[in-house]
């Protein structure tokens, strides 16, 4: 029998890339929208079977929800997506019967990280003791940071000042995968009823040292790393920066960057029992081939 997967958050640019490779694979998909514009954008494939319902209407969500074998959320946002939204969304699977649930985890470890350090890992672990509680089979996907993020989101790789940035250590070690080789994991997740509960993987491990060389090597010009300071430091500029923001709903501030690489680079977030390998791509994206694709090299 095929399965039906329902993506939660389909029109956003992972959801869109997790729809896309559930559509490579022997399997019935359904976007869930809000309506609008990316509804409309959604149903141009044909292949998809759209679905429209806010998540403040539950009858809606239930109806929007019936039939399907699992939910996938890509929702992304702060605690109104990630706690209550995702919440209500979890409350008419389980009334629409569905069986099994992938939450919009797609991060470092933060089960291990310090409370009160990360707000969106917070968010992620307060959502995660409502999963559990829920009588649905859940599945995770912990894949460190998002190797795309090198070279655009994230300012490790200072590209026109030839450095590198750590804090604490510049041999720390770094998970990254790109958003496609998740989505790619995700969707044979989706597929996989016996999925555990936890899903660990990571495109490529480096550290800010290694970082560096790489591009040394692509570029043929040295690049250093430069020490910026400790996690210690960098926890303390990020609660300072905090306090003085003016919208502590924004998904990505500056301070939540910090909060982000004090994370990591502490190690509290390193993923620790990597594996997954029956959902891996056949290669995965290194990077190295991230960098050297942004360089043209």
Same mark, same amino acid.
Request: proline letters at 4%.
């Given at each position: ?8 958050? @389909?029109?956003?640019?992972? $959801? ?13 998909? +359904?976007?869930?929208? #809000? ?5 409309? *954008? ?7 079977? /759209?679905?429209?319902?806010? =998540? ?9 929800? +019936? ?17 209550? !939204?995702? +919440? @209500? ?16 985890? =797609?991060?470092?470890?933060?089960? !291990? ?13 307060? %959502? ?5 509680? !829920? ?18 989101? @994230?300012?490790?790789?200072? %590209?026109?000042? *030839?450095?590198?940035? !750590?804090? &604490? ?33 990571? $495109? ?11 591009? &040394? #090597? ?6 250093? /790393? ?16 905090? #306090? ?18 004090? &994370?990591?680079?502490?190690?509290? $977030? ?25 360089? $043209?090299?």
């Amino acid at each position: 029998m095929t399965t039906t997967v329902l993506v939660a958050g @389909a029109s956003g640019d992972l $959801g869109g890339r997790i729809v896309r490779a559930l559509l490579d694979l022997d399997v019935r998909v +359904r976007a869930l929208s #809000r309506g609008g514009a990316a509804a409309e *954008r959604l149903r141009e494939d044909g292949r998809v079977d /759209v679905v429209t319902a806010g =998540y403040d209407d539950q009858t809606a969500l239930v109806d929007a929800l +019936r039939g399907s074998d699992v939910v996938v959320s890509a929702l992304s946002g702060t605690r109104s997506v990630i706690v209550d !939204a995702q +919440r @209500a969304l979890l409350a008419a699977a389980v009334d629409a019967g569905v069986p099994r649930f992938v939450p919009s985890d =797609y991060s470092a470890d933060y089960r !291990a990280v310090t409370p009160g350090t990360n707000r969106n890992f917070e968010l992620r672990r307060e %959502f995660a003791a409502v999963l559990d509680a !829920a009588p649905v089979r859940a599945t995770s996907v912990l894949n460190g940071a998002f190797t795309d993020m090198l070279t655009g989101q @994230a300012p490790l790789v200072q %590209f026109d000042r *030839r450095l590198v940035l !750590a804090w &604490s250590s510049a041999d720390q070690v770094l998970d990254f995968t790109t958003k496609d080789d998740v989505a790619h994991v995700v969707a044979r997740v989706a597929v996989d009823p016996d999925a555990p509960r936890i899903v660990e993987v990571a $495109g490529d491990r480096v550290t800010s040292r290694s970082l560096a060389d790489t591009l &040394s #090597r692509l570029t043929g010009v040295r690049h250093r /790393v430069l020490h910026a300071g400790t996690t210690g430091t960098l926890s303390a500029m990020a609660r300072v920066g905090r #306090r003085l923001s003016r919208d502590d709903d924004e998904p990505f501030p500056a301070w939540q960057g910090m909060q982000y690489f004090v &994370s990591v680079f502490s190690g509290e $977030g390193q993923l620790r029992n990597l594996g997954g390998e029956r959902y891996a791509p056949p290669r995965w994206t290194t990077a190295e081939d991230v960098l050297a694709a942004h360089l $043209g090299v």
